[in-house]
């Protein structure tokens, strides 16, 4: 075996220990789920990860408010995520077979900004509105999904777009801010 297949199958058998230690941090955690170090988490017992799912390196995901009873970011089957980031207090549900790319930014809220004499990272949060993802829906690479968003059933979100209202099912969306810009057939 050479210095390459034997640093693959360690990272590998690395992820997979990790991802079985952390299990048990979360609301809920999926068989055959694996997490990719280095990751990043807050608030764990308030993200719910099903099965299959593939949390890709770089990825942060991050409750930093505990307003909500139940699990704050819900993440359906068969997910595949690469460094991503989601932050969530109320909703923010991905269902089955979402894809998601490099370098997206997913929230349910915003930072305040009203007050001059505050750092705007000091203000109360704004605007917080659930986020969902729907099935089988494709994120392109350094998409933002701002908050209220719905993103329909086989959806494709482009490369680099700032998503602030709903995404019908089917169709492409792409820009900043994003637009429909074709449907997509059966």
């Not at 308030?46 to 409750?63: K, Y």
């Not at 790319?101 to 929230?107: C, E, K, N, P, T």
């Not at 999904?145 to 169709?171: E, F, H, L, Y």
Request: charged content about 20%; proline content about 6%; glycine content about 10%.
């Amino acid at each position: 075996m050479n210095g390459l297949k034997l640093v693959l199958l360690m990272q590998r058998a690395r992820d997979a220990l990790f991802s079985k230690i952390a299990s048990t941090g979360f609301a809920s955690f999926g068989a055959r789920t694996r997490i990719l170090l280095p990751f990043r988490v807050g608030n764990a017992h308030r993200i719910a990860v099903g099965s299959d799912v593939l949390i890709g390196p770089g990825s942060w995901l991050i409750v930093p408010r505990l307003d909500e009873p139940s699990p704050t970011i819900v993440i359906g089957d068969r997910v595949r995520m690469n460094q991503t980031s989601i932050s969530a207090v109320q909703s923010v549900v991905l269902e089955d077979g979402v894809a998601i790319a490099r370098g997206v930014y997913i929230s349910d809220h915003t930072h305040g900004f009203d007050d001059p004499d505050v750092f705007i990272r000091d203000q109360p949060l704004a605007r917080v509105a659930p986020v969902r993802i729907c099935r089988g829906a494709w994120i392109g690479q350094n998409a933002v999904i701002m908050p209220g968003v719905t993103i329909g059933a086989g959806a494709v979100v482009g490369a680099n777009s700032v998503v602030r209202d709903d995404v019908p099912p089917r169709c492409v969306v792409a820009g900043a801010p994003a637009r429909v810009i074709r449907e997509l057939t059966a």
